[in-house]
Structures are given as C-alpha cells and as structure tokens.
C-alpha cells in the first residue's frame, strides 16, 4: 500500500489478492481526530464498487491533547484554558463526564493517575 499527505489531503491505494485495486480519497477534517472520504476499485472482481469511509480516532476522557496518554500535560492544557490561555486543546477535556469543562476535570486528571 502506497500513499501521500499534501496538507489536509490523504490519497492511498491497496491491491488485493484477486488483483482488484482500489483507490482511497480522503481530508484531514479534525487533526489527530478525524479523515473521511471516498474509494472506488477499479480492477477485479469488485471493479465499480465505490463508496465513502471514516477514521476517527476514540480519545479517552482526559486526554485534553489527544495524544493518547492521560498526564500532566493535560491537565496544564486545560489548566491554561480555564485561566483564559490558549492550550492545544483538542481531545475530551470534560475528564469528569459531567458535561462542563472546569477545575474540576483539572483535578480528575491528577486523581486518574
């Protein structure tokens, strides 16, 4: 499988065993979260087939960076923003599930570790 990133545009192909090829398409449309797009095969036994697909990344509550590890950094993130920074925000803040973000999520983070 072949593939290339140009900006917010994902392109990448697969070949499958019965030599169909298919042609994925697709855009960024939330950094670390989201792509979505379009296939279409072109040879084999499936040739015409087209369709749309999706990948979005699950992030645990907590991880206010997305980057996969709940730490310190989230909750400094989150930290900034309620003191009215501007953190790299991007993934579930609300740590606490109550549908608010606040010091409290702060706290849940360092109680989560």
């Known amino acids: 499988m072949l593939g290339s990133v140009d900006g917010d545009s994902v392109v990448f192909g697969a070949v499958f065993s019965d030599a169909a090829q298919a ?9 670390g979260l989201t792509i979505e797009g379009s296939y279409g095969v072109s040879d ?3 040739a015409g087939d087209s369709g749309t697909w999706r990948v ?17 950094r989230d909750a400094r993130d989150l930290f900034r923003l309620l003191l009215g920074g501007r953190p790299t ?14 010091f409290r999520d702060v706290i849940a983070i360092f109680k989560s570790r």
């Open 44 to 46: 084999g036994q499936c």
């Open 23 to 31: 042609q994925f398409e697709g855009t960024i449309v939330e950094v």
């Open 89 to 102: 925000l991007l993934g579930n803040a609300d740590c606490n599930k109550d549908g608010v973000v606040n």
């Open 56 to 72: 979005v990344k699950i992030i645990e509550p907590g991880d206010a960076n997305s980057d996969g590890t709940i730490d310190d």
